[in-house]
């Protein structure tokens, strides 16, 4: 098994394009055409936790947060990111990260808080948007299976929890082949109508130069006529944070107390008991402030996140309830999603999370 087997299994399940503008999601040091030893996962790299890789014989990490978000200017130790980088290379460490890109994926950071804390997802707090496609072809009747299973198979035709999602037409194409070509049916020089089927298909846009493929492979005529439209539907397959609820709603209070075991939080930031009981819970992995506005035209009951400004805290007495616990908190047991995503690519092969407590926060 390579380091590039793992990373594909990781980048299948949280495609690289869905990452936010401002990250550096990826393969940030090393590279990925060598044996994988052993795969240590963390949500920040240190210098310890490099150390950690190198004593459990590991030659991957994979992190959440980036090592770096921008080029380094220069390798001279120092800060510990020089440190880290230059360490890695000198020990032949492989440094990953999936970070927005797993926030914002189907069954990521988001999806594990919500099930930490026994909340049912609904679906993403926003819905990422200009991210699909329609696929519009032309088959002929016969061949229309074949061509829709493959473009399934490529990853059209998801819409929610339903897949293999299309709309068909028939009608009568026509063409006539010329000199030099070798048509599937119809006569050169002659004009031929062909019964087709107008197949109409959705897809998310990073899939299209893989869709395109699995089109022209499958697809019977030497020249099939396809066009793709941008659409302005946003995703509700990905996004950024999550809407959850209870199915029993509970306490105020005692959902704090939830949230202050579960995620062993020394000190929960609040602004208001709502006094009633709450159902509907929005969250953000992270430093997800900017997601209140989006977490109260929901109904949220409360909006969970890692961080959240003192001056952010003022003016949603009235319309909601405000938890913040904590970037670290809120993130660190991200190693769980990696390891079950690793472990159903390579069940044997060696897969620890950091014993390392990486918060650079400290309470007194």
């Known amino acids: ?44 790299v240190t ?39 230059m360490k890695a290379v000198k020990n032949d460490i492989v440094l990953y990260a999936s970070h927005t890109n797993m926030d914002n994926a189907s069954g990521g950071m988001n999806y594990l808080i919500a099930d930490k804390l026994g909340l049912k997802p609904l679906h993403p707090l926003v819905p990422a948007k200009n991210m699909l496609l329609k696929l519009v072809t032309f088959v002929p009747l016969a061949q229309a ?10 990853g059209c035709g998801s819409i929610g929890n ?4 299309s709309y068909n037409v028939e009608g009568d194409g026509t063409f006539r082949a010329l000199d030099g070509t070798h048509p599937f049916c119809g006569e050169i020089g002659e004009h031929h109508v062909e019964r087709e089927v ?11 130069s893989k869709v395109t493929r699995a089109l022209l492979v499958s697809h019977p005529y030497e020249e099939p006529a396809f066009d793709f439209y941008p659409l302005a539907n946003r995703w509700s397959q990905a996004g950024d944070g999550l809407l959850a609820e209870y199915e029993q709603p509970m306490d105020d209070t005692g959902f704090m107390k939830r949230v202050k075991d579960v995620f062993h939080v020394e000190c929960i930031q609040y602004n208001v008991l709502p006094g009633k009981k709450i159902k509907k819970v929005a969250l953000c992995g992270g430093a997800g402030s900017s ?7 929901c109904g949220a009951d409360v909006f969970l996140t890692g961080e959240i400004k003192y001056h952010e805290f003022f003016g949603f007495e009235k319309q909601i309830m405000l938890m913040a ?9 991200i190693g769980e999603v990696f390891k079950k995503i690793i472990l159903g690519k390579a069940p044997h092969l060696n897969v620890v999370i950091t014993e390392i407590n990486t918060n650079p926060i400290k309470y007194f």
């Open 198 to 208: 107008r197949i109409e298909t959705i897809l998310p846009a990073y899939l299209k």
């Open 1 to 44: 098994m390579k380091i590039k087997d793992i990373v594909d299994a990781l980048e299948k399940f949280a495609p690289l394009p869905l990452q936010d503008g401002f990250d550096n999601s990826g393969l940030q040091v090393g590279t990925t055409d060598v044996e994988v030893t052993g795969a240590l996962l963390c949500l920040d």
């Open 145 to 154: 299976d074949k061509v829709r299973n493959a473009l399934f198979k490529a």
């Open 291 to 297: 997601f209140i506005g989006d977490a109260i035209r």
């Open 162 to 165: 339903y897949d293999s999602c």
């Open 47 to 85: 210098e310890k936790v490099i150390d950690e890789a190198i004593s459990k014989k590991c030659n991957l990490i994979v992190s959440h947060h980036p090592l770096f978000f921008h080029p380094l200017k220069r390798l001279v130790g120092d800060d510990y990111v020089q440190r880290c980088v």
């Open 325 to 333: 616990i904590g970037h670290y908190q809120s993130e660190q047991y």
